[in-house]
């Protein structure tokens, strides 16, 4: 336990706390800016499992603010989630690393959450918060929302049944391309420093079972402004859709696969809702007439003309060189297949 | 009359409603939460509620991070 001395001596944690951590297992969602702020924190306080999951692969503008990622990784292309796990595993060889490459969508948020004692949001987008929303308090599981813009950011603790939940706060989701996102107000690491921070130390309350420690508030910051203030969100509201009534419709969505503009990337990501196991060498040997084709363990990269297709092992396809869903549809269909 | 709006003492001529307030300081209603008197005023209720002298507001605005899924379709 020499590791981790000076935690067991904070009086908040102690022997008892540092053995919860060691027996939880904490999922983050989204391993970009906060998600490995998140994960570090985590795996140096010795969180005995931690899931880790991101859909995409490090890139040079990741590195002004993704802590853990390096400039190797980024030329390697490396996923996100097998970066950060090959940089835990330097930082702490004793605790168990699942890392996940995948969309998070309806068809595997339960599956990824099953067993798990917290979520913590490190997503980049609100489509997937209410996704982890609706599946965390369906399965009454804490979940910490966290995200930053600019140098602004908040983050709010959910506990099914005890607190808010996401909805009870905000109903809906912005309308698409309302809210200012990184890619168009640009974003610095200290406010992320923050939210991740407030967000691990209220994990840390979550897994050592010290509820009253909570910050039972939703906390915003702005490190350029100086202002630090919050608000009180209160208990459940009583016809919250989700929370209240149990209407948990975005995991009862229906279809065959999902599209999805990455705005401001010019790329279009296409998920196939039934994962298919792809075969990298058949893919490149049938690809290769056609254009460059460049593989890893995790990734294939064919580029054609203009287009350049990242294909995953599930079959998933980012597809750069265009914001089109049908352009992008159609260039899926032809080089990869329906 | 006077509110303090995330900590700032603001003027107003008039009597204001919560939706009337968040309109005149440009405030996007789509994308926050509003707190009157430390309770979460929920956004069927803004223009129900009128301010009152010395009311204290704080805004908080929900935030994606780093991108919006701008458009998504389904069905090939």
């Given amino acids: 336990m020499g590791r981790y001395s000076r935690q067991i001596l904070f009086s908040g944690i102690g022997a008892d706390g540092q053995n919860s951590l060691r027996d939880s297992r904490a999922v983050i969602i989204g391993c970009g800016a906060l998600g490995t702020a998140q994960a570090e924190a985590l795996a140096r306080a010795g969180v005995g499992r931690l899931r880790i999951i991101d859909r995409d692969f490090v890139e040079d503008s990741n590195l002004q603010r993704q802590t853990m990622f390096t400039e190797r990784d980024a030329a390697e292309r490396l996923p996100k989630a097998i970066a950060a796990v090959n940089h835990i595993q330097q930082i702490n060889s004793e605790i168990s690393l699942e890392p996940e490459i995948l969309d998070v969508n309806y068809t595997n948020i339960e599956r990824l959450i099953r067993n798990c004692d917290v979520v913590l949001d490190g997503t980049d987008n609100f489509a997937t918060r209410y996704l982890i929303n609706d599946a965390c308090v369906k399965h009454g599981i804490n979940w910490i929302y966290g995200a930053a813009v600019g140098s602004y950011g908040v983050t709010m603790t959910i506990r099914p049944g005890e607190t808010a939940c996401l909805r009870c706060i905000f109903e809906e989701a912005p309308p698409a391309a309302s809210a200012p996102t990184c890619d168009t107000a640009g974003v610095i690491m200290p406010i992320i420093s923050i939210v991740a921070a407030v967000q691990v130390s209220e994990a840390l309350k979550l897994l050592t079972g010290q509820f009253a420690q909570l910050h039972n508030s939703l906390m915003q910051f702005d490190v350029w402004r100086n202002e630090w203030r919050k608000i009180r969100p209160g208990g459940p509201v009583p016809d919250c859709s989700t929370c209240g009534l149990r209407d948990f419709k975005t995991l009862a969505a229906t279809g065959n696969d999902f599209a999805a503009v990455l705005c401001g990337r010019n790329a279009v990501q296409i998920s196939p809702t039934m994962p298919t196991a792809i075969d990298f060498h058949t893919l490149a040997e049938r690809l290769s007439p056609a254009g460059e084709v460049k593989f890893n363990d995790y990734l294939l990269r064919f580029r054609a003309g203009e287009y350049e297709l990242t294909v995953f092992q599930d079959a998933r396809s980012i597809i750069r060189g265009t914001d089109q869903i049908t352009t992008a549809r159609s260039l899926y269909a032809r080089y990869i297949g329906n | ?76």
């Fill in chain 2, 1 to 76: 009359m006077r509110i303090q709006v995330n900590g700032e003492s603001q003027e107003f001529a008039t009597e204001v409603s919560l939706a009337e307030l968040l309109a005149e300081l440009s405030v996007p209603g789509d994308r926050v939460a509003i707190e009157l008197n430390q309770k979460v005023v929920r956004r069927t209720e803004w223009t129900n509620v009128t301010l009152q002298e010395n009311d204290k507001i704080e805004i908080v605005h929900f935030v994606g991070g780093g991108a919006v899924r701008e458009r998504s379709a389904r069905g090939l």
